[in-house]
């Protein structure tokens, strides 16, 4: 039987430690470090294009989020402050020093609350999770229902048939179709508990940040510049792009990434 994914040439994988967790992570590149963390319902794998186009610069670390690909799933920690912990502490047993640290979605809002008490060298946050202070269109309760109800739902599909049911084709589908069947129906304990306005945090913020975000109007794209005013570094709207901002348009978004990086002097 062929196994669901082979691990990328250049990769290696371990485990660590990090706020009584055992945290899968995988490693590639050289150069100074980056901690990746990926968005709700993927695992590192997922973001293969992404780290492999880091990779040229950096020492990429990417981990599997508490609850996806083979990190552990415990009954509890969910909230806010426990997925901060987990990457801090992963940082830690990691051996990373002031490292650059690049988020998706919940990955991102994850980093930047990590940001205002943590010594970071820079920050890239790709479309964080509820970046402004909007009414969330489920009460907690339905949100924890639908995210349970929907994992269970991918557990008890094959492979084969979570790959169909993707609007995508190729080795990427097969990453998140992996991945759904790797999501533990606990993270509907992350689903219940949200999260708070990423935007909020962006006050606190010293390391220098870009913020990529989805193509929006230009009422949303003026507002989304303010609220990211107080951040050290650009908010980049990416045209044609949608909550996936590298899946979507990755040329582009990546050729902001490496502007940044390069006016930064970060590797």
């Given at each position: ?55 040229e610069q950096f020492t ?67 479309d964080p999770a509820r ?123 990546v050729s902001e990434v ?10």
């Open positions: 039987m062929r196994r669901p994914l082979r691990l990328p040439d250049g990769w290696t994988t371990d485990t660590v430690r990090a706020n009584d967790i055992t945290v899968r992570t995988y490693r590639t590149g050289a150069g100074p470090p980056l901690l990746l963390a990926h968005g709700f319902y993927e695992s590192a794998r997922c973001r293969r294009p992404i780290v492999d186009a880091l990779a990429v670390h990417a981990y599997d989020a508490r609850g996806h690909g083979h990190t552990d799933a415990p009954a509890t920690g969910y909230q806010m402050a426990d997925r901060v912990a987990d990457m801090r502490e992963g940082i830690a047993a990691l051996g990373l020093d002031a490292p650059v640290v690049y988020g998706h979605s919940m990955g991102a809002a994850t980093a930047a609350w990590l940001a205002t008490e943590a010594d970071l060298d820079a920050l890239v946050l790709e970046f402004a202070d909007s009414e969330p269109p489920m009460s907690a309760d339905e949100r924890r229902r639908f995210v349970r109800d929907r994992v269970h739902e991918w557990r008890s599909q094959s492979l084969a048939e979570r790959v169909d049911a993707l609007e995508a084709e190729g080795e990427q589908a097969r990453r998140r179709a992996v991945a759904q069947g790797e999501c533990d129906p606990r993270t509907a304990a992350l689903a219940h508990a949200g999260y708070p306005v990423t935007s909020d945090a962006f006050g606190d913020i010293d390391a220098p940040t870009l913020v990529l975000k989805a193509d929006a109007d230009d009422r949303i794209r003026q507002e989304e510049r303010r609220l990211a005013g107080p951040l050290d570094g650009p908010l980049v709207h990416i045209d044609g792009a949608g909550h996936t901002v590298v899946r979507d348009e990755f040329d582009a978004a490496r502007a940044f990086v390069e006016r930064r002097g970060l590797a």
